[in-house]
Each structure stands twice: as C-alpha cells, then as structure tokens.
C-alpha cells in the first residue's frame, strides 16, 4: 500500500460524566470501525473533569489529565476540543471559546450554551475557519440536526415539531398509565434520577426550549432567539386534564413547534393537546420525536431515546467522525454571518383549544361561559358537562380555532361572571 | 466582498419523469435557498429524456437537450450526472459508467442498479475519485442512508428494518381498512398508478429487497447482495389472515430485516406480523418507515413519503448539495475495496409463528396437527379455532420461537395426515 495515510483525529474531551464516558467507550470499542468508515482513526488524546480521582466506569489511563477545560481546550495536540461538561456560562463558555480561539473544531452537546451564545461562537469559529457541531444537544441519540441542516437541506421547511424532553414526557406518560397526580410522578421522576440539578429546566421547559431555538434556526436560516420562545413547563398539568383529553382521543404532551408565518417566527414549548393515534400522540416515556415538515419532502418524523449513555455518545461521535472525514459545515447551516434576525410573531397560528373549568351548579351558568366565549370571538366546537361533584360541575369546551389572545380575552371575561370555581385551564391542540 | 465566489455546481439531469420535474422545480423555486445553504449556486445545465416534445410541468427552455443519457454523461460542462431514469440495465447502466469514465460524481435514485452493480460502480467511482450518492433510493424522501452512514456511523448496527415499497403497504392496510381481498385492492392500486410497469417488482417485494440490500451493505460494511436477500411478496396474503392477526393484535407487513448473526448476513423481506401497537405496526398508506438499531444509540425509527415528486426530488436534491459543500464520501460509507464479502445465514433467526389452515371437522385432527409440530421441535404458544364453516374448521396458531425450516418440516408432516384442507399458511413475526 503506497497510500499515505491521514492521522488520526486527535480529540480532547472536557467532562467525563455519562456522556463522556460513553464517548470514551466508543472510541475504545470501535477504533477498528471508527478507522474502516473515516479511513483514519480517532484518538482520544486528553481529558479533563472537576474530580480525577473519582472513579469512572472507564480506561481513562492512556489519556492526558487536565484539570482546566481551558488548558485542554488550548492544547497543541488536539485537533477537535469535545465539550460535554454542560452549562451556558463558566468554564464550557470559556473552554469553548479559548478552543475556537486556539483553532480547534468543537463538538458540543451542550444546548443552553448555544442557545444563549451560538450565534456568537459560530460567528467566532467561522472567521477563524472553524467549525462547531452539535447533534447530541438535541434529541439525544436522533440525527435531527444531519437530517435537518443536511437530509432535507433542498427544503423550505415550514414546521419544526418535537417532543424533545424525555423527562416530561415520561412524568406525562406516567400519569396517565399510573393514574397518578403530578407532584407524585414528579417525585418517582426525581428518585430515578432523571430530573436535572435545577427541574426547572426539565418541567419548566427551558432545555426543550433550547432544543427548539437551536432546530429554529437551522430550519429557518435565522439568529438562535431563545428569549423569544414562548414556554410553558407542564407543572399546571394535572391528572384530570390527562385523562379528560384521553377521553376525547388526545394526549397532552410538551410539544415544542417553531414555524416562519406572515407574522414572522412562532417558536413556542407549551403543553398541547396531539390526537392519541398520531406518532406523537403515541410516544411513551423517556423518548424523543422531531417532526421535520418542508416544502418538498412533506413530513418526516424521526424517533429516538433523546438521552443516556450511548445514544448521547452516538451523536457525539457522529460529529467527530464527520471532522475526520472532511464534512465541515458552518454551525447553522448556512453561514453564520448571512443568518437573519427574526422577527417574532406577536400571535401564535389559530388554533382550537382545550378549556377545562368549574362552574358552581347555579341556573345559567354555562351560558354566562358561553357568552364570555362569543363575545371574545370564540366559538364552541364541543363541551361537555360532566356529573356534578358536590354543588360543582366540571365543564370541558373544545373551541374552534382561535388565537391565544381570544381565548386570554375570553378567560378574562370569566371572572366577572362570578360562576367560576378557581381558575380554568386552557391547552392548545396543536394540528399534527 | 473580496471573498472569491465558488461556481455553481452544474449538474446534467438524466430522465424528466415525476422525480426529474421534482428535481427541476426545486432548483428553479429554491435557487437563493440552495446557494445560501451551500454557499455557491446549482445548475441544470443539459438534460435528457427519451421524448423531447413531451408536455412536462416545468420550464425547460434554458436546458441542452441530450437524447442520449451516455451523452449527457459525457459532457464537459457538467460536474454532476444525476440519474433518474430507473432500470438496472441499458442506459442507466450505460450512461453511469459514462459519467464516472469522465470524471463525474454520480447522484441517482435506481435502487435496481444500485443492488445489481453497486460494488463495481462503486470500485470504479472510487478508483477515479468520483462519488456516487443515492439518498433518493432508499425510503424516497427519508434521509436513511445519511443518517446510517453519517449519523449512526459511531455505532456496530444490530439490526436494520423497513416498511420500503409504499404500494405494498397501502394494499395490506387498504384491505384491512376496507374489508377487500388481495385482488381487488391490487387492481385499485393499479389504477391509482401505484404500481410499476412490472407489478412484481412492487408485491413480489423486489424493489423493496433491492433497497434492504443496499442498506445492509453500509448497516454491516458488505458487498451488496441482493441475490441473497430472502424474498416473498405479498400476492399470498388473503383478508382472512389479515382479519386473524389483527385479531390477536397484529399487522401484516411487508418487512424487510437485516441483521448480522454468528451464523452470517441474515437477509430479508417477507410478509411478516408485527405487533399493532408498535410504530410498524401503526404505518399506514404508502409512508415508508425504516428502523435502525445500533450497540449505541438503540433504536432510531424515521418515517416519511417513500415515493412521489416532492419526496425523491428532495433526496436527490439533499446529495446534490452534499457534493455542493464538499461533503464525499465513499458509496457505501467506506472504501468499496473494504466491504467484506458477506456468508448469507444458511437460516434466519428463530421467530415465533402464526399459522393459519384449515382442517376437515374429524375427531383427533387438531391433535394430529399438534404432533407434527411437536415432531417438528415446534411448541404451541396459542391455538384457536374458529366457528365450523361447513365441514372444515379455521385454526389458527401461534408457535414459540422456531427456526423457517422447523416450520417447513412440520408443514411437510401436516400433509401426511389427511386432515388439511389446502396449503397452511406460515407468517413470521417479528419482534419490533
């Protein structure tokens, strides 16, 4: 053989919990493959976390220590600084940008990082001729953003949908197989340990929203706005709304959406009612769904675990061997500097809504909510008034298709009603 | 802008059937879409079909007209030779081998040529430096093959499956939702226009085992070898089983599965039951789904159109900006001169069965059923019998797990009982 052969890819790998010990694993486990499909190797060079001492689940010994994830970042001796310690400030901010600023590529999985910074890394990166690669940030294990930036590249994507925390939809699913209040799940969830440090960034939707943002701006050619994602967590989602939208053929799931309107951008992550019998109204616990939907290709739903161990590392690694073989894209698709500041729609698309409230048992009750409705512009699809519960009667209204601000004008008007018991819920069905 | 501009991409376009006016639109509605994304611009600068007086539903005016794809394949003014004329032998064959001779990279959508004479396409492409990309072959617009190649590339694949000829699964789930035989859904098919020219190639499973082969040469780093691929249609499949199996909750699918055994390559695509309940399962209609499992990520599941302008235009489209950004890659993932030859697995992993007959209403028929199978190393995991029709009595069983040929051994003892009344029918069901 007289061919030269190419070096290997030598990385330095920042955080060594689940993730980078399964990226250590791989490398390990599949040199002789990783070789065979890049046509060169992947090495492992050096490695840094806050505790060497700890013990970890792999051979770490063949591998240069660094206490700093900077002094890693900067190391001569790598080409690809992997970032998997997490966070959107401290030392991943800073390792990240002292890598870029050293000429390294970098693979993250590190979504609030870029969902806060990325248009400035990648602007950063792509000056220097850099590149900054980010699968595992988002849906775990699912190539969402190949298949996005690169599968359905020749697209005019219109929508973008995705069940993208695995710890919400679990706590969803649960409830309702179980028949079990939130709080408790939440709890079951916490003791398993799949809620993060802070659940607010679980239940409150912000690391779904991150994963939207990012999917934002790829499918769409604009600036990552995480601020203007519209959120909301699924802690208001009791175990009542659950089974009555089962009742009706839907479950309720934390659904983010993101699509280019007249109105300019609609990014929200909000619990929305999907028909039981469509491929998001089916996905059970921990695992993850995009639903891509462009202008030539239609639909493509793509399902996977959305965290863990391997499927995290899977996606890592799918970055890592894309540099060893020379496919280097700019972070966004498209290059950073060409991304458009978006506009955000001040009203989400029409939509018909979920109301579920309580009405004291008097005469005319019901039709002082119905008025409130027609007088908000909203019309009523279906309702349903259910046994009375003492002197209370829940009452279920699916409306036709009504903005947001409708239904808020319509809620309003409720009160001055005096036959609501505390405050309704109001959840959109979302059309998928 | 000092920055110089990299020319456009020029592409010759070989058959102007649905996917070449797809692949025309999309060029000409998407141009500033697709220069952004690639970050240089993509032409059509000849093409060819057989009819050039033809009425089609773009405008060409600004093409050469080549009659003879060869011809096209050979201009020097063309980077690209995109074929998308079909058929494994004659001019597809011809002006593909063209247009590597000349230096051309290759992107086309023939899954017969492909499970034909890929590895020596793929040798040639590859001696001359040249890549040919196939996303289109494949589940039409689903991005499958890069996300095998590319985004799955870190994991050893187990197992990879699909729903692949939309035809196929459009009449097994029209049957069952309309309460229609074979024959009558086949011929509605046919004058819907879902059929090929050669019906076989859609329900004799053909084209379908032409794209699992194509698939496990890049799953399992092998020769393409279709010629091993097990294949049975779907001509057999009679209302009644599908009516049984859903019955016991199931579907009847044309499934195609691939795996790697210690016993060699398993290759097949064969009516099997999948359970309802299960993404497989819920497929409806002409969607494709194909499902990747890796020793990493687990199970990936992508489901999309699998054929129609739209869809294949968007693949073919998806490796033309591929090849736009740089981005090459070996046919099959890696260096066609590094694919193993593949050992076909003598015989397929044990399943469990369902087994459909019909016996003459005699006392001891069931139990001199039940010993054949017995006879056979075959055990009983459930057994029904349906209400007497006449004389003759419909049992249906379901086996524990039993390899093909245990089943075909204790078929071929059912005969010398005397209590059949015509062939049993042998469905296996996979564990999804």
């Known amino acids: 053989m007289s061919q030269t052969q190419t070096p290997a890819l030598r990385i330095g ?33 050096a490695v840094s976390a806050r505790d060497p001492k700890k013990q970890r ?3 770490l010994s063949g591998y240069a220590w660094e206490t700093d994830p900077v002094a890693l970042a900067r190391r001569p001796d790598i080409d690809v600084f992997v970032e998997v310690m997490g966070g959107h400030e401290g030392p991943a901010r800073l390792a990240t940008e002292a890598a870029i600023a050293s000429g390294k590529d970098v693979v993250t999985a590190n979504k609030a990082l870029l969902a806060h910074h990325g248009l400035g890394l990648a602007l950063a990166a792509e000056a220097a001729g850099r590149v900054i690669r980010f699968e595992a940030a988002v849906a775990g294990g699912i190539p969402v953003i190949k298949a996005l930036t690169e599968g359905l590249a020749a697209n005019q994507m219109r929508r973008v949908m995705g069940v993208m925390n695995g710890t919400c939809n679990y706590i969803l699913t649960r409830m309702q197989s179980a028949g079990l209040p939130y709080e408790a799940v939440f709890e079951e969830a916490r003791q398993l340990g799949y809620l993060e440090a802070d659940p607010n960034l679980d239940v409150g939707g912000i690391d779904a929203g991150h994963k939207l ?13 995480f601020d203007a994602v519209e959120l909301e967590g699924i802690g208001a989602i009791s175990i009542d709304d659950i089974n009555l939208a089962a009742d009706m053929g839907y479950r309720i799931k934390l659904l983010g959406v993101a699509q280019m309107t007249g109105r300019g951008l609609e990014q929200r992550m909000t619990p929305c ?13 921990g695992t993850n769904m995009v639903v891509l939907e462009g202008d030539a290709v239609g639909q493509i739903v793509l399902r996977g675990p959305g965290a863990g161990e391997g499927p995290t590392a899977s996606a890592v690694m799918a970055d890592v061997m894309d540099l060893a073989r020379g496919i280097r894209l700019p972070t966004f698709g498209q290059p950073a500097v060409t991304l458009a500041t978006p506009i955000a729609a001040k009203t989400a698309t029409p939509a018909a809504w979920y109301l579920r409230m309580t009405l004291l048992d008097k005469p005319g009750a019901l039709a002082k909510i119905a008025t409130c409705l027609g007088e908000a512009g909203v019309s009523i699809d279906q309702m349903r008034q259910y046994g009375h519960q003492g002197a209370n009667a829940p009452v279920l209204i699916v409306t036709h298709k009504a903005t947001r601000d409708d239904i808020d004008h319509a809620v309003a008007r409720f009160a001055g009603t005096g036959v609501l018991v505390g405050a309704p819920v109001a959840l959109r069905i979302e059309e998928v």
Do not use: Y
């Not at 791989?26 to 060079?45: D, F, N, P």
């Not at 943002?213 to 706005?225: E, K, M, N, P, Y």
């Not at 999907?274 to 059970?284: F, I, N, R």
């Open 13 to 45: 790998l920042a955080g060594l919990g689940t993730v980078g010990i399964g990226v250590v694993k791989i490398v390990q486990r599949h040199a002789a493959l990783i070789a065979a499909r890049t046509g060169r190797g992947v090495e492992i060079v």
């Open 57 to 59: 689940d792999a051979d």
């Open 213 to 225: 943002s990012l999917l934002s701006a790829i499918a769409f050619g604009t600036r990552v706005s």
């Open 273 to 285: 009612l999907v028909p039981a019998d469509s491929p998001l109204g089916q996905l059970q616990g």
